[in-house]
């Protein structure tokens, strides 16, 4: 009999065990369970409960009921790829910049891209803030501020412009008057400030004048000033005296200013003050016996005799009336030579003339090139500016040379 009692005792202690282990069972205890038998029922189910593995207490989809409403904090984030469908995603208001890269299908077709060429077509695309662009380099592209600065003509503030400007149609100036030099004048400023010149006011220091020399021992010679000059003046150097006649025996086809000399030994020097244009360039003619080698007459002016005389460079291309190619050479003295025996005349207080036929002789043993001289005449073209008017040849038998000192 204790035998038996042990026995039942070790079976009803693995019942119970064996109970407390056991998976969920929704029909235990019994209205009828035997009383010792509950607790290990109680047990065992208490613990499926809390190991949550048994797939009958697990919530499943159909256990959530259609009006739970569970607030999304409730919801754990989802991080496993592939586990949303992106056909599901909608009703999106914005997308976190945290969001990752959308694919590019995923996107409407009309929106702009970040890569890749693009035409928009249509719609008007505004920036809260200015977009960042390179510096353009084919027409039609986006400019940047700098590149615009840097080329642009500023409507404000000051700017050095270079390069020419051409204008269509006149530039309108301030109503004001310029008021500090090289600002631009407009035509109301230089109309007012033209003043006509009354009759009788111009004097004779006011004149723009220039003053011409010749000389000769014998021979026609043409005037510096021609219709533009004064009555000449007229020295002689020591010896035997002669006449001097207005175009004695001269055969002038056009309208010419000429002294003719006959002397018998003296040199005579006529000067003539002259309204001119100003002339660059001196002129400086000389004309040499062949066989002597002596000067006979002489010319110096800053314009050529032509300026006065006709304006006819062929025809008046030299102011000696008697020139002989068979008694005569016809030089013309270079420009470095002017420019030196004008700088000794105003230390000397010498003429030109009287310098060249006291101390000097032109050098025979070369030739120099003629380089273009101004004629002493000027031009005005449409744009009113003064242009000058050049002698660009002179004829073959004059010829270009320097001048020396006699005891060269």
Not at 120 to 146: E, L, M, N
């Amino acid at each position: 009999m204790k035998k038996i009692l042990i026995l039942s005792s070790v079976i009803l202690s693995l019942l119970i065990t064996s109970l407390s282990f056991a998976a969920w069972d929704a029909t235990r205890p019994t209205d009828d369970e035997y009383k010792y038998l509950v607790p290990g029922v109680i047990r065992a189910n208490w613990d499926a409960i809390v190991l949550g593995t048994d797939p009958v207490l697990q919530i499943t989809n159909a256990k959530i009921a259609t009006a739970a409403d569970i607030v999304d904090t409730k919801l754990r984030q989802i991080t496993t790829a592939n586990k949303v469908s992106g056909t599901s995603l909608f009703g999106f208001a914005n997308i976190p910049y945290t969001a990752g890269v959308i694919p590019a299908a995923n996107l409407p077709v009309d929106n702009l891209k970040l890569t890749g060429d693009q035409t928009i077509t249509s719609g008007v695309k505004t920036y809260v803030i200015s977009p960042v662009v390179p510096t353009p380099t084919t027409d039609y592209q986006v400019s940047t501020k700098k590149y615009v600065d840097d080329i642009a003509v500023a409507l404000i503030g000051n700017q050095t412009v270079a390069g020419i400007k051409t204008f269509s149609s006149f530039p309108l100036t301030p109503s004001s008057a310029p008021t500090t030099n090289y600002q631009m004048a407009n035509k109301k400023y230089v109309d007012d400030a033209t003043i006509a010149v009354p009759d009788a006011s111009v004097t004779t220091a006011k004149l723009k004048t220039a003053s011409g020399e010749v000389s000769s021992v014998g021979g026609d010679l043409t005037l510096p000033g021609g219709e533009y000059g004064f009555y000449p003046q007229i020295k002689q150097t020591p010896g035997y005296g002669g006449q001097v006649y207005f175009c004695y025996g001269c055969q002038a086809t056009n309208y010419t200013a000429n002294i003719s000399v006959y002397s018998a030994g003296a040199a005579y020097y006529f000067r003539q003050r002259y309204v001119t244009a100003s002339g660059v360039d001196l002129w400086i003619f000389i004309l040499l016996d062949k066989t002597t080698k002596k000067i006979i007459s002489a010319y110096q002016a800053p314009d050529h005799p032509a300026y006065g005389n006709g304006g006819d460079f062929d025809k008046v291309a030299h102011p000696f009336g008697n020139y002989d190619s068979t008694k005569y050479d016809l030089i013309l003295v270079d420009k470095e030579s002017c420019t030196l025996i004008k700088e000794e005349s105003k230390k000397t207080d010498k003429s030109i003339l009287t310098l060249i036929n006291e101390d000097y002789k032109p050098d025979l043993s070369r030739e120099e090139k003629y380089v273009p001289l101004h004629s002493g005449k000027f031009i005005n073209d449409d744009t009113q500016i003064h242009t000058k008017v050049m002698v660009n040849t002179i004829p073959n038998y004059i010829k270009v040379r320097r001048l020396i000192k006699n005891n060269n």
